[in-house]
């Protein structure tokens, strides 16, 4: 079998048809990014990209994914020391806490913005109800989405519209 | 000075968390690694009589399976009381008990052999119902304390033997809340590596290095000197991972030990869910004395806790539970009993709001049946009884050293939600009427830290290096929350440099001295206190070595702007100060401690200053009811916490939406689920945390009275955000339906 992994081909033996692509990413080829949550699919944390579709990697088998292209979190920004625009407005936007649905909830993020790349807020949350927080009440993770749409549709030379952020310091 | 912009979010940690390149604990391997798991028995109560592994160590990859008869040290352990077993070694207490742990070459081989491990017991009656495990005749759990109460609180105060003798109408409830799971999002793992020094080194997900390192000391029987237990990213605690993360820290070591190779022990989230801690369920019955001048009289109280199968914090949780049995308001007559109770259940622990998140939700409903009683609004039973500047709580302690600011949090809460607009528009169940809509809000003080319940102290080491950047560690442990960053901050600003210019080095167990948890919301009042009170003494030791270089009194030397400046304006760059500091064989080294002001407390009258300091909030709730279809949907939740001082404004504002957010969650959907003492929502496809699409966009309010009583200003925020939701989305319901709802979670059939 042929695994496209964040633009590098792994031949594997066909044995290995039935193991997790979680279990691949992160014991074979150390892309630790991708988190264990539940295991079961509920929690999102090892959310991947499969062809450019929202995916869970603890449900997929390698024998599904043969000859497909997986992107992890390592594969999404352009190179080594910079950042993609739905990782800088997760940065900037103080979506992150503990981390760990990080990853997963920046691949979701980043799928939903490859089919729509202007969503409302609440296509938003529609989009990563799949993936569990239980740091940032997911506010500031909606800012940072929007925030990256805003930020792709303005590198595609669109026009800005208006999403406030009202949280207040007296 | 502001060393971050007030609109962008700065941590340290966030592009290492949103590459994926930050490593938590499972992510870490070593060569020659093992892995180890957990055995758990199908008994909830049952005396152990063998356990047969002779097939389970038959099983291809196997290298070992241990039982407590291994144990070098003591399996008994606790922070409290000694009564967890970190591998059972007399009797099964509940579904959770651990009985072996099964070491292999992969986690897949040691999973397959923990199947065949056989547990020979003899069943014993269970008690599931705390107040039943009160009883005289109640079969006991851990025969040697002689009964099975855990604890008893008390507040005795004013005319304590009959405190409704002055009122002239009595409010009598009882409320009922339900376990919950932290759901931290990574599940609790341990990796221990035996060192040729003898030293067993720990990484692991917990959120207490310190008392890590008792429990893996405790169990190996070796001194604290001999094990160093590390600190790696970690995915969440929210008070949950103090002891079992500890005890699977401690059994990861065991097996390094008796194996002599690292072992990683990771756990899957059902043994998490099955094994670890919970919140407490309470039974809480109160009768509320009111005079008809809408004024509180006094108060009669008596709260029960399910403390699960072993003591853990229970004490301490249900002691807060004591301190804030009556809100925040002014009664003059008190009988309060708080008791913890030993059940066959999962047992019970910290959980964000540690105690508070139960008595608010009874408090904050009470209040308003009892206004309702005398024809005052919500609101006006609040304002003729809150706690303001120079009051006394019940426990005695006058609120006079800091600004009381709860009235205050309250009407700015009330004016951000339009609070009054809307409550005109509330349905109470008229039945011509879809959907029901609602407004409720609840209001809070928390005294901060730990209060009179342990020893608080904290330290901070701020090292200069000798290109002028600095090293800044403090025995406070990084959860997700950003206190490292905080931390930074807060040195950057005392010491006037640009925050690039200061790095946190994240301490081990072995470098600086045990400074408590990072639980209590104590993180940036005790480590940020530690830290600004040692770049104080960092100030005054470079200032008397350089003051003549800049030709002024070493308590003349300012630092700001990244440099040093006599009153002249003569100037010395702090890099270059550093370099002279070495030059003349002074390091630029300090060591600060932030020891909390005293505290007070009298077990038999549970009087006392609880707490050297305390926060204010208020939280408001929106809600829409389809009575039809059973549902309740939060359609708005506003918050107002004054929290001191604002030292991280964007991770200061995702502690509000993130504490509002499980405050919201265990007020409509969160309950784990026993059967039998065997809990059944072992995942989250049963068990049922918020997601994107159940929650408003929230709305966060900061008010900021620096306290005088520490030293960045700072107080804590994490908790009290944690505990309002729930009984403001609780009387939100009843400005719907006009019922009561006196259970957690909300469900719409328990309405009265």
């Known amino acids: ?54 995916k869970r990697a603890c449900l997929l088998t390698l024998g599904t994914i043969h000859g497909r292209q997986v992107t992890t979190i390592e594969g999404l920004a352009p190179r080594e020391g910079l950042l993609h625009p739905v990782q800088q407005a997760f940065v900037d936007a103080g979506a992150i806490q503990c981390g760990f649905c990080t990853p997963g909830m920046v691949m979701a993020a980043w799928g939903l913005l490859l089919r729509n790349p202007r969503p409302t807020r609440a296509q938003v949350r529609e989009a990563l109800k799949g993936n569990l927080c239980r740091c940032t009440g997911y506010r500031q993770i909606i800012d940072a989405v929007m925030d990256a749409a805003r930020r792709l549709a303005a590198d595609r030379g669109e026009a800005d519209e208006e999403d406030g952020h009202d949280g207040t310091i007296a | 000075m502001a060393v971050t912009g007030r609109e962008k979010a700065w941590r340290n940690d966030a592009v290492a968390k949103v590459t994926g390149r930050a490593r938590y604990t499972d992510d870490w391997k070593v060569p020659g690694m093992l892995h180890a ?29 241990i039982t407590a008869q291994d144990v070098p040290g003591t399996c008994r352990f ?51 119902d705390p107040e039943t495990a009160l009883r005289e005749d109640a079969p006991l759990l851990h025969p040697e304390y002689g009964d099975n109460c855990v604890v008893h609180h008390k507040v005795r105060r004013g005319n304590h033997q009959d405190p409704l003798a002055d009122a002239d109408e009595v409010i009598e409830a009882e409320f009922e809340t339900q376990f919950i799971e932290h759901a931290y999002l990574e599940p609790e793992s341990a990796l221990a590596i035996p060192r040729p020094d003898g030293v067993m080194e720990v990484l692991g997900s917990m959120q207490h290095p310190f008392s890590t390192r008792r429990f893996v000391a405790a169990l190996l029987g070796v001194p604290l000197m ?81 403390a699960g199968a072993c003591c853990s914090v229970t004490p301490w949780v249900t002691w807060r539970s004591t301190v804030q049995c009556c809100g925040p308001y002014r009664v003059p007559h008190v009988r309060a009993d708080v008791l913890g109770a030993y059940t066959n259940h999962v047992f019970t622990g910290a959980m964000r709001g540690f105690g508070s998140p139960q008595v608010n939700f009874a408090v904050e409903q009470l209040i308003e049946m ?54 005109a528009r509330c349905s109470f169940g008229d039945p011509g009427r879809r959907p029901w809509y609602g407004i409720g809000f609840a209001i809070s003080y928390r005294g901060m830290s730990l209060g009179a319940e342990g020893t608080d102290a904290n330290s901070a080491i701020l090292n200069v290096q000798p290109d002028g950047s600095v090293l800044v560690e403090a025995a406070v442990h990084e959860n997700g929350q950003g206190c ?65 270089d800049l030709g002024c009194e070493a308590g003349e030397v300012r630092f700001r702007e990244g440099s040093l400046w006599a009153p002249d304006g003569r100037s010395l760059p702090f890099q270059e100060a550093a370099r002279r500091m070495y030059q003349r064989q002074q390091f630029p080294h300090a060591f600060g401690v932030f020891r909390a002001p005293r505290v007070t407390w009298d077990e038999e009258t549970g009087q006392g200053d609880a707490y050297f300091t305390w926060v204010y909030g208020c939280q408001v709730a929106e809600v829409e009811v389809d009575p039809d279809r059973g549902q309740i949907r939060l359609l708005d939740l506003w918050a107002v916490h004054d929290c001191g001082r604002a030292v991280n404004p964007q991770m200061l504002l995702g502690q509000f939406y993130g504490g509002m957010a499980m405050g919201s969650g265990y007020a409509l959907w969160e309950q784990v ?23 408003p966009d929230f709305h966060a309010r900061v008010v900021e009275h620096p306290d005088p009583l520490s030293p960045s200003g700072a107080k804590g925020v994490g908790e009290p955000t944690n505990e309002l939701a729930a009984p403001a989305i609780a009387n939100a319901v009843y400005a719907a339906t006009g019922r009561r709802f006196t259970r957690l979670p909300i469900r719409l059939e328990d309405g009265r």
């Not at chain 2, 689920?673 to 929650?695: E, V």
């Open chain 2, 673 to 695: 689920i026993h059967d039998k003492g065997r809990i059944q929502s072992l995942n989250f496809h049963r068990y049922r945390i918020p997601r994107a699409t159940d929650l």
């Open chain 2, 484 to 548: 490292e960053s905080a931390m930074l901050i807060l040195a950057a600003e005392e010491l006037g440099l640009p925050l690039d210019r200061l790095r946190y080095r994240q301490p081990s167990t072995s470098n600086i001295p045990d400074g408590g948890t990072t639980v209590a919301s104590r993180a940036t009042l005790m480590g940020g206190g530690a830290v600004v009170l040692a770049a104080r003494d960092l100030k005054a030791r470079m200032a008397e070595v350089l003051a003549p």
């Open chain 2, 226 to 306: 001999d094990v160093e237990v590390r600190s790696v990213p970690m995915g969440g605690g929210f008070g949950g991972k103090d002891d079992t993360a500890a005890v699977v820290c401690a059994r990861a070591a065991l097996a390094a030990r008796l194996t002599g190779r690292p072992v990683k022990m990771t756990y899957q989230r059902e043994w998490s869910i099955r094994e670890s801690y919970k919140r407490h369920p309470y039974r809480l019955r109160y009768r509320l004395g009111m005079g008809r001048d809408g004024q509180i009289r006094g108060a009669e109280v008596r709260i029960l806790a399910d």
């Open chain 2, 370 to 423: 009892a206004g309702e009683r005398l024809g005052l609004d919500p609101v006006e039973v609040r304002e003729r009884n809150l706690l303001r500047q120079g009051d006394v709580t019940v426990t005695g302690q006058v609120l006079d050293a800091h600004v009381v600011s709860l009235g205050e949090v309250m009407r700015l809460a009330l004016e951000d939600s339009d609070y009054r607009a809307k409550r």
């Open chain 2, 37 to 65: 798991v957990p055995v758990y028995s199908e008994y909830v109560h049952a005396t152990l009589r063998a356990i047969g592994t002779d097939e389970a160590r038959a099983c291809p990859g196997v290298v070992r399976v």
């Open chain 2, 78 to 128: 606790g922070q409290i009381r000694r009564d967890l077993r970190i591998l059972v070694d007399d009797r099964i207490r509940y579904f959770g008990d651990v009985v072996a742990i099964v070491v292999a070459r992969t986690r897949a081989e040691a999973i397959a052999a923990a199947g065949r491990v056989q547990v020979e017991a003899d069943p014993l009656p269970e008690v599931l």
């Open chain 1, 1 to 54: 079998m042929r695994i496209h992994v964040n633009g590098e081909v792994h031949e594997v033996p066909d044995e290995m048809a039935d193991r997790k692509l979680v279990d691949f990413l992160r014991e074979d080829l150390d892309l630790t990014g991708t988190k264990v949550g539940c295991g079961i699919g509920m929690c999102g944390s090892c959310t991947v990209l499969v062809d450019g579709q929202v």
